[in-house]
């Protein structure tokens, strides 16, 4: 698991078959926060204990979020194609995601607001229609990747049908995504000026004509001093909140699917399936590692280390909430228990708790309502994706019936 500089990768953390004891195992020989390599070349400290995790993720005077606070960028370090530098680029986003203190307060507040004024009604409606149109296009019956067939496209699609796009235009917003982190050259740049021709050019539709979704009431805010603000606001759900939907839902369906012992108490009306989803949230947080780096100001103590001023800090969630000062060794135990920190804390917490569960409520209800499905684990188990961020079964082979009681789509 350690490469040649002898650190810890995160993503051989994130991909390991055993997580929790890869993680125990950096405890027993650093204590709560370790030296990693974010990637190849690039340290950085890993938080793995609970409380120094809240701490830090709570202390804006002493972890800054400002990429310029960090060495690598100030002192040019990090090699050009790096892939971090899309969470931690030198010259940050005007967004809240990149800023700090009052800055940071001036650029959050319209997504707090906006998501307030968003009627969960009509997202239900409109996230219930998304997930039926995925289920219908997967046809009557057969065999799939459940990944890439549903959990990848209601993911991406969701948070795209929350912005106020159309199905078409989300749809190409995803292929142009998939190019901007699997593309080169030419083909990233090109994707790349599309995504934000697009969304752009919605923020001034919207504004026009109004709507009931986040960008049309984020396009009348008045904290935002431009169009550029409004777009770099948006582009943090879309990207990085769109992966972590689909990873709870594919760990939830995971779960469902593979753990015969939950599926009977959930059939049996015992556990609920936001049960099932909390079990996922503490146990198999779809975000293993936080992409929100935190830069220390100052040299500073932390869990046992000493952290040199523009250190980065990568927080690691997944450990956090295994930590065993804050969970017992029964699952169940952990039933309504909100101590896991899958939506962080502090300043920078997520600001859309509600809406992502909703959102993973109806894709694991809707699939299993309309779709009788098997999985087919792969002897060797399933591959986990190569992420240092996420964790979830890269594939999930299934085969599905369209289930009788809602008849067959295309009969
Ligand atoms: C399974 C789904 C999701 C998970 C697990 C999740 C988790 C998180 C976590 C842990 C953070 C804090 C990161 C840190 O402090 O290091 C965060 C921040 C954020 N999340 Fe979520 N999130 C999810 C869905 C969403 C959705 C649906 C939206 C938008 C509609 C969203 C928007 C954001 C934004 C904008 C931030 C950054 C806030 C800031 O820096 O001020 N997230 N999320």
Known sequence: MTNLTGLVSLTALTSSPDPQAAYDALRARWGAVAPVEIEAGV???LVMGHQESCHVMRSEAAFAKDPRTWRWNYEDLLPPGTAIATFAPA??????????GEERRRLRKPLDDALEALDERTVRDNITTLCISIIDRMGPSGTTDLVRAFCQPMGFLAMTTLLGFDLETGAQLMTDSAKVVVGDGDEVAAAQARVAGTILQHIQQRREDGGQDLISFLAVHQNFAHDGEIASTAVVPMHAAAIFLTAWITQTLH?????QRLASRVNGG?????????EVLWRQSPIAQSPALRFA????????????????????IAAANGDPAVHTS??????GNRAHLSWGTGPHSCPAPRQAR???????????????VQLHVPEEGLPWAHSPWVRHPERMPVTYRRATAYGDVNA
């Open 43 to 45: 340290p950085g400290w």
């Open 91 to 100: 010259d940050p986003r005007p967004s809240s995601f990149h800023h700090d």
């Open 255 to 259: 779960l469902r699917l593979s753990d």
């Open 270 to 278: 015992r556990v609920g399936l936001d049960d099932a989803l909390d």
């Open 297 to 316: 100001r100052n040299d500073v103590e932390l869990g046992g280390r000493l952290i040199a001023k523009g250190d980065a800090l990568v927080l690691s």
């Open 330 to 335: 029964d699952p169940w135990d952990e039933v």
């Open 358 to 372: 909703l959102i993973a409520r109806i894709a694991v209800d809707q699939l299993l309502r309309h779709m009788d």
